[in-house]
């Protein structure tokens, strides 16, 4: 059975950082892109970022909002994601999710995600 | 403004058939990316509701159903029980932005 359990969540004041982890079980991290979306109180879902496999050189992609602020990185020995937010705005405050991709025709799954609020 | 369009809302009474539209563009649904549908009961993560358009994952009842046609995809939802009440949430790809994984704003379904 795939388990994404995400950790790191908290209250982090604006311009503040804080690192998000995913452990995953269940199957072969290595093999697969990894994403993370978020979803704001009473909003919608809002893809994140992504992380390709090593086959793939490990590139990552961003959402134009977070682009130098965020870093996605993974640890395939560890079966682990990390999200690295720096410069927090209030506006990052959402539950964060993170999934895995099971390829373009698909789909994703996701965790039970962890909140992050931005607030003085 | 999410880059797919959905219904904020639908409504139907047990034992009816609902439907949740999700219209794109040509850069997303009509250039050919398939669209996946999520579950998202109140206070829970989202689930993997409908694949690859129409296909379920193992474990959805068979009353959910996909489809997708030109820049459009639809949910189906048949025999309409009190534990479907969820918000709805379709998703595909765009190459044309920023963000290549894009999702619809969702739909709110009351079981009336």
């Known amino acids: 059975e795939v388990q994404l359990v995400e950790s790191g969540g908290g209250l982090v004041q604006p311009g503040g950082s804080l690192r998000l982890s995913c452990a995953a079980s269940?199957?072969?991290?290595?093999?697969?892109?990894m994403d993370w979306v978020r979803q704001a109180p009473g909003k919608g879902l809002e893809w994140v970022g992504r992380?390709?496999?090593?086959?793939?050189?490990?590139?990552?992609e961003y959402v134009a909002s977070v682009k130098g602020r965020f870093t996605i990185s993974r640890d395939d020995l560890k079966s682990s994601l990390y999200l690295q937010m720096n410069s927090l705005k209030t506006e990052d405050t959402a539950v964060y999710y993170c999934?895995?991709?099971?390829?373009?025709?698909?789909?994703?799954?996701w965790g039970q995600g962890t909140l992050v609020t931005v607030s003085s | 403004q999410s880059v797919l369009t959905q219904p904020p809302s639908v409504s139907g009474a047990p034992g009816q058939r609902v439907t949740i539209s999700c219209t794109g563009s040509?850069?997303?649904?009509?250039?050919?990316?398939?669209v996946h549908w999520y579950q998202q009961l109140p206070g829970t993560a989202p689930k993997l509701l409908i694949y690859?358009?129409?296909n379920r994952p193992s474990g959805v009842p068979g009353r959910f159903s996909g489809s997708k046609s030109g820049t459009s995809a639809s949910l189906a939802i048949t025999g309409l029980q009190a534990e479907d009440e969820a918000d709805y949430y379709c998703q595909s790809y765009d190459t044309s932005l920023s963000g290549y994984v894009i999702f619809g704003g969702g739909t709110k379904l009351t079981v009336l």
């Open positions: 992380i390709r496999n090593k086959a793939n050189s490990y590139t990552t």
């Open positions: 269940g199957f072969i991290f290595s093999d697969h892109y």
């Open positions: 999934g895995r991709d099971r390829g373009i025709n698909y789909g994703y799954e």
């Open positions: 690859g358009n129409s």
């Open positions: 040509s850069s997303n649904i009509g250039a050919g990316y398939d």
